[in-house]
C-alpha cells in the first residue's frame, strides 16, 4: 500500500504486511516513498517513455518476478490493497505443469520469470547450472544454441495471459518490458500471438519498454517525480527542506 508504505504480499520473500518503507526509513535516517515497480515503470514510461501519449496502456513486467500495471485515462491503477497488475497466479496453457507454491498448477509466474526461464535452459540441457539470466540472454541471438526457440515459447505464453487482460481492460497499447523483451525473437513472437488471441488483437499496438536495464532507477525516479507534481507543497513539508533567505 503505497499511502502507508506497507507491503501487503512479495511472495518471493514470503513477505506478509511487512512496514517496509518504516524500516527502511528507521535504517537510513532518509524520508522512504514505496509503491510497487511495474507501476513505477508505467508511471516513468508515460512521463518521459514509451508511452508519453498514451492515456490507457497495460504494461507488462518479466524479471525476477512477472508482474503488470494498468493505467486507465491517465492514472495509474491501484486498488484497495493496492493489488492491481498482480498476475503472478495467472493461469496460463496446461503445458505449463510446475506445481507453485499458491497449490495450483499453470501459473504464469511458474512459467515466464528470470528463475523460470533459467530452470527450463538448464532442463534442456541449453546452459549449465551456473548461468545466470544475463548469460542466457546473449545466447537469445545465437540460432544453434535453442535458446531463441525458448525465449519464443515464453514470450507466447505470455502473450496468451496478456490478451486476455488486455480483453478486459481494453488499453490502445500493449508495453513489454525486462532483459527478456529486449532479445530478438520475443517482440514478434509476442506480438503476433498476441494479435491472434485478444479479441481486439489487430488494434492492439505493442512497445518495446524505453529504459532497458535502467527500469528500475527510471520506475523509482518516477514514483518520486509523482508524488512530488500530485502535491508539490505537501511534499517539501514532508520529504524536502526549506531555506529562508
Known amino acids: 500500500r503505497p499511502e502507508t508504505g506497507v ?3 512479495f511472495e518471493p520473500l514470503d513477505w506478509r504486511d511487512v512496514p517496509l518503507a518504516a524500516m527502511l526509513a528507521d535504517a537510513t535516517r532518509l524520508p522512504v516513498l514505496l509503491d ?4 513505477g515503470l508505467a508511471r516513468a514510461e508515460r512521463m518521459f517513455g514509451a508511452a508519453r501519449n498514451l492515456q490507457d496502456v497495460l504494461l507488462v513486467w518479466l524479471g525476477s518476478v ?6 486507465h485515462d491517465g492514472d495509474v491503477q491501484r486498488g484497495p490493497d493496492g493489488a ?6 495467472f493461469p496460463v496453457r496446461g503445458s505449463v505443469d510446475d506445481s507453485c507454491p499458491c497449490g495450483r498448477v499453470g501459473c504464469l509466474g511458474r512459467a515466464v520469470t528470470d528463475e523460470a526461464l533459467l530452470a527450463e535452459a538448464h532442463r534442456r ?11 542466457l540472454i546473449r545466447l537469445a541471438d545465437v540460432p544453434w544454441t535453442g ?43 509476442f506480438r503476433e500471438e498476441l494479435v491472434a488471441r485478444a479479441v481486439l488483437g489487430d488494434a ?11 527500469a528500475p ?8 517525480i509523482g508524488h512530488f507534481f500530485a502535491d508539490p507543497i505537501g511534499f517539501e513539508w514532508q520529504y524536502g527542506h526549506t531555506t529562508s533567505l
Open 66 to 71: 512477472v508482474d503488470a500495471a494498468l493505467v
Open 36 to 39: 510497487q515497480f511495474a507501476r
Open 147 to 189: 535458446v531463441p526457440e525458448l525465449v519464443t515459447e515464453i514470450a507466447e505464453i505470455t502473450a496468451e495471459a496478456t490478451a486476455a487482460m488486455a480483453d478486459l481492460t481494453n488499453p490502445s497499447a500493449v508495453l513489454v518490458a525486462g532483459l527478456l523483451t529486449t532479445t530478438p525473437t520475443f517482440l514478434p513472437a
Open 217 to 224: 532507477t527510471a520506475a523509482s525516479a518516477a514514483v518520486l
Open 7 to 9: 507491503v501487503v504480499r
Open 84 to 89: 492491481v497488475g498482480s498476475i503472478t497466479h
Open 125 to 135: 540441457g541449453l546452459v549449465p547450472p551456473e548461468a545466470t539470466i544475463q548469460d
Open 204 to 214: 492492439l499496438e505493442v512497445r518495446q519498454s524505453s529504459f532497458g536495464d535502467m
